[in-house]
Every structure is written in structure tokens, then in C-alpha cells.
């Protein structure tokens, strides 16, 4: 079932694009995606995306290593001593090397494992409904998702902008 997804502007200047940017933002309209063929640092200011949670997924990956080792090191200790020279069984020093090993292996396996849940990957929906090759040449983008009373407001504000032209993105939602 195909519905009206929201409205695209295409621009052929970026200060255009921008400048719909800000003015769609300041009437609390949703910016679906920004299209563009080179990276533009305004709109990161303008559109803002969120932090990212593979952060998190490498510190409990990291964490999660770290202990793993460390048990390890202990557990592998209990089993079998081995007395050297009169020193303790469970030192400190020589547990750290299997505890920053396995720290550092979980971390970057489950940074990994993250980037590829977060971004979605392998792509079943790619690319967006609302891109166009043009996008990746010479022309910007600028998808506004919203409410169907919205859009209509979101058209006049990227018709006020500049934009070359402005059409209804139709099919399934993302």
C-alpha cells in the first residue's frame, strides 16, 4: 500500500537548501533526510542527528572483555598453581595482559557488531524512497516527513526557499 510519505525540494544551490533547512526547523516541521553530493557542516548544525549507542555497545563489549579476562586469569589459577620463586598465586600484574587482550578484542568485535545493527546493514531498503540519482551529482535534496495538514505547509516553505522543484514522495513507510 503506497501513501504520501512527505514532500521533496530539489535544490541546485546549497544555500538555498540551508536556508529551507532553518526555516522548516523554526516552524517545527520534521526533516526527513537531507540529500547532497558533497558533506555540508551547515546542516549538521540545522539538522542535528542524534549521538550514536555504538558507544555504548563498545563499552559493555570492552567491560565484558575486561572481566572475561581477568576471570580467566584467576579461574586458570585455581586450577592449577603454579608456585614460582614464593610469589602469590594471584598477582595483580600478570593478570592485567589477558584482561587489556580481551578487552580490547570484545571492544573492536562488538563496535563492529554495532555499527552494522545500528546502520542497518546489510541494506534491505536502500535507498530511501525520496532519493534521486541527481542527488549524487549536482543537485541537494530535502525530504519533510509529517502529518498530511503539514505538508502542504512544508511545500510552500521549500517553494519560498528556492527549490527547483517540489514533489510528493509516495510508497511504503521506512
Given at each position: 500500500?503506497?501513501?504520501?510519505?512527505?514532500?521533496?525540494?530539489?535544490?541546485?544551490?546549497?544555500?538555498?537548501?540551508?536556508?529551507?533547512a532553518r526555516t522548516l526547523e523554526a516552524r517545527g516541521l520534521q526533516?526527513?533526510?537531507?540529500?547532497?553530493?558533497?558533506?555540508?557542516?551547515?546542516?549538521?548544525h540545522v539538522v542535528r542527528p542524534g549521538r550514536s549507542p555504538v558507544?555504548?555497545?563498545?563499552?559493555?563489549?570492552?567491560?565484558?572483555?575486561?572481566?572475561?579476562?581477568?576471570?580467566?586469569?584467576?579461574?586458570?589459577?585455581?586450577?592449577?598453581?603454579?608456585?614460582?620463586?614464593?610469589?602469590?598465586?594471584?598477582?595483580?600484574?600478570?593478570?592485567?595482559?589477558?584482561?587489556?587482550?580481551?578487552?580490547?578484542?570484545?571492544?573492536?568485535?562488538?563496535?563492529?557488531?554495532?555499527?552494522?545493527?545500528?546502520?542497518?546493514?546489510?541494506?534491505?531498503?536502500?535507498?530511501?524512497?525520496?532519493?534521486?540519482?541527481?542527488?549524487?551529482?549536482?543537485?541537494?535534496?530535502?525530504?519533510?516527513?509529517?502529518?498530511?495538514?503539514?505538508?502542504?505547509?512544508?511545500?510552500?516553505?521549500?517553494?519560498?526557499?528556492?527549490?527547483?522543484?517540489?514533489?510528493?514522495?509516495?510508497?511504503?513507510?521506512?
Open positions: 500500500m503506497t501513501a504520501r510519505l512527505g514532500v521533496l525540494g530539489h535544490f541546485a544551490h546549497v544555500d538555498a537548501l540551508v536556508a529551507a526533516i526527513g533526510e537531507v540529500f547532497s553530493p558533497v558533506p555540508v557542516e551547515e546542516l549538521i558507544r555504548f555497545v563498545t563499552f559493555v563489549g570492552g567491560a565484558t572483555g575486561l572481566v572475561a579476562g581477568l576471570a580467566l586469569a584467576v579461574l586458570t589459577t585455581s586450577v592449577w598453581d603454579l608456585v614460582v620463586s614464593g610469589k602469590p598465586l594471584y598477582g595483580i600484574p600478570p593478570y592485567m595482559v589477558p584482561g587489556f587482550e580481551l578487552t580490547i578484542l570484545l571492544g573492536a568485535l562488538s563496535t563492529l557488531l554495532g555499527l552494522l545493527v545500528f546502520s542497518r546493514l546489510p541494506a534491505r531498503r536502500f535507498p530511501a524512497p525520496a532519493w534521486r540519482p541527481a542527488f549524487g551529482v549536482d543537485r541537494f535534496g530535502l525530504w519533510v516527513r509529517g502529518p498530511e495538514e503539514r505538508l502542504e505547509e512544508a511545500r510552500a516553505v521549500l517553494a519560498e526557499a528556492g527549490a527547483l522543484e517540489v514533489e510528493d514522495v509516495e510508497g511504503e513507510a521506512p
